[in-house]
């Protein structure tokens, strides 16, 4: 049988998503604490993967196996087994030709940026900072410029494995509440550093080196040389995947800024 996972992790505590050589990465204590379950050795398959420091919210993944144990053993008792830095949040029954990867329609990325002169202790795995004041709304003038469909090869890292450069971005907000700003990315998939090579080059545009339409400039070179370093990955969340209903997944939580503001709160941040 097929079975689908919702996953939390605190991306500070693992040296990404995918499976290490050496260990240290969030895949190589889940599968072990699976396998406890299940009696056999699992290997699971995520929607996709994090880098060293960033964090989910909701990452989905999927595993097969022959075991018939309830959603409550793959839930909670996974979670006995696991450190407190990642934990099972829901386990769904799934027909066999529902994929992890791909079946997710899209992808969403927040990038939570304090941006303020001092930069913050208490939250700082959990965001990022900048300490120049950003404009906000030549931000959002430029972002509009990445909405749609794009070769993004200006915001891949060298390392990049996938085939193509051409991406789809459905969505990107940008949200200001107080010293906190929150960049919103939706697409149909992500580049490698996609999320935090586009939050460095919109920075660049809030700090006033660049006006909005450079981004358009930099997205048309398709030269990574052209735009902004990588942003620090602290500050970056999978917050969550779309799937169809049909295969009857429990939606994403979608936080208010309240609701945001609460998990940093959570973190003992701000």
């Known amino acids: ?45 995520a929607a996709g993967r994090t880098d060293r420091g960033v964090h989910a ?37 799934v027909p066999a030709e ?25 939250a700082s795995r959990y965001v990022g900072w900048f300490h120049h004041p950003l404009d906000i709304d030549a931000m959002r003038e430029a972002a509009r410029h990445f909405v749609g469909e ?26 200001r509440n107080g010293d906190r700003i929150d960049f919103v990315i939706r697409a149909n998939a992500f580049l490698h550093h996609m999320v935090r090579n586009l939050v460095g080059t919109l920075v660049y545009v809030g700090k006033g080196k660049h006006p909005p339409a450079w981004a358009r400039q930099v997205l048309e070179s398709r030269d990574r040389s052209r735009a902004a370093p990588t942003f620090a990955p602290e500050g970056l969340y999978l917050q969550s995947i779309d799937y169809e209903a049909r ?24």
């Open 150 to 175: 794009h070769d993004f090869s200006a915001f891949r890292s060298s390392e990049c494995q996938a085939k193509s450069p051409v991406r789809t971005i459905q969505e990107l907000e940008i949200e």
């Open 1 to 45: 049988m097929r079975i689908a996972l919702g996953i939390e992790y605190d991306g500070s505590r693992f040296l990404g998503w995918q499976t290490q050589p050496g260990g240290g990465a969030a895949q190589d204590v889940l599968e072990p604490a699976l396998a406890a379950i299940a009696g056999a050795p699992i290997s699971v398959t």
């Open 247 to 270: 295969w009857e997944l429990p939606l994403p939580r979608q936080p208010s800024h309240e609701n945001a503001n609460q998990d940093l709160r959570d973190h003992a941040a701000l």
């Open 57 to 93: 919210r909701l990452q989905v993944v999927h595993f097969d196996a022959e075991a018939d144990r309830p959603d409550s053993a793959w839930v909670r008792g996974v979670n006995a087994m696991l450190p407190e830095s990642i934990a099972v949040l829901w386990s769904r029954r």
């Open 98 to 122: 529902f994929h992890a990867r791909y079946s997710a329609l899209s992808r969403t990325y927040r990038y939570v940026l304090v941006n303020r002169a001092v930069r913050p202790a208490l």
